[in-house]
């Protein structure tokens, strides 16, 4: 049932979501559905508790690994994107923060923890000098809702489209590096032409 | 009429958005606003023409300005997302097509020129040997995105927040130039190292 209410929340917003789909969609009887449910707004509730509940399993998961802590921060990132990809629950809880405005931030659960990170991270020289935790949060939080919104568009066209998760890995592998060329502006020699990839 | 309901629109969605709420938010009768738009999806299809217009003269404004193509890029995300902050109708337009699946993408409109602007800066050498103009295609996809899901957060809750635009600016100015430390994972040479001893 809350499956069946997350992936109509997820497809179809709040507001374009009634009991009656849900049923259809569950395969249960109206009866049935209000007998655990007595309202979309507690069906909504659920599913945005679920949600929550597996972005901190999520969180946990990912700490809970050996990593810098710059490399952990990013993990978390990149760990949350392939929820958001595979889990509907979560995909349609960060959906209904944003529909229903008593709900706290969906990147409230999980952005102090990539702070937290990137403090140390900064402590620890992983970080250039010039390199702001808090700017530097925001740049993940910002890569994150771009995996977000790129899947939240393709999703349900039927096309086909690169997984959001792959694409994030190779965008903070630039983040990380940089993108301009040494020489523009960076403290960096000149030129290397290496061509070694790995 | 189409400032109202483009206010109306960003605030509660397609569906959260009747007729007679935008007359009274318009402060005309039914009667006037019907007589111009026949139907709510008149109105939202209005709405969009006018987001993608404002969309399409902002990408000119800023290629038009003499500019290396790598920042002319930049530019072009900082523009859109100053003008998603600003301008209701253009931020109504991007939230529209996301809940009106036959729209065409927003990004659709101005990816292609970052696109474009980022192959001529990779053959002109402003790019990263290794920074493939797709994947900064897609990072700059991803950074404009997060902008907009920050500020979608944060417009009509009443709290103070920083400008998207001005977060953008910073966050971009990490990119360019990359978060790690310089010896992390780089081709550069070991800044004096500051004794961090495992």
Do not use: C
Request: hydrophobic share 40%; proline share 4%.
């Amino acid at each position: 049932m809350v499956r069946a209410a997350a992936t109509e929340f997820d497809r179809d917003g709040y507001d374009g979501t009634s009991l009656a789909k849900i049923s259809k969609s569950a395969g249960i009887s109206m009866g049935a559905l209000t007998f655990h449910f007595s309202s979309k707004n507690e069906l909504a509730e659920t599913v945005q508790n679920e949600g929550r509940a597996l972005t901190r399993a999520a969180l946990e998961r990912v700490t809970a690994q050996p990593a810098p802590a710059l490399q952990a921060a990013v993990n978390i990132t990149l760990e949350l994107t392939r929820l958001v990809e595979e889990e509907a629950i979560v995909r349609s809880a960060v959906r209904l923060v944003r529909e229903r405005p008593d709900s706290d931030l969906w990147s409230d659960l999980w952005v102090p923890a990539v702070r937290r990170l990137l403090d140390h991270a900064y402590a620890q020289g992983q970080l250039r000098g010039d390199a702001e935790p808090a700017d530097v949060a925001v740049l993940a939080e910002h890569l994150t809702a771009g995996a977000e919104a790129y899947l939240r568009t393709r999703l349900g066209t039927g096309a086909e489209f690169e997984s959001a998760t792959a694409q994030l890995e190779r965008v903070w592998r630039l983040a990380l590096a940089g993108i301009s060329s040494p020489g523009r502006g960076q403290r960096t020699p000149p030129e290397d032409a290496s061509g070694s990839t790995g």
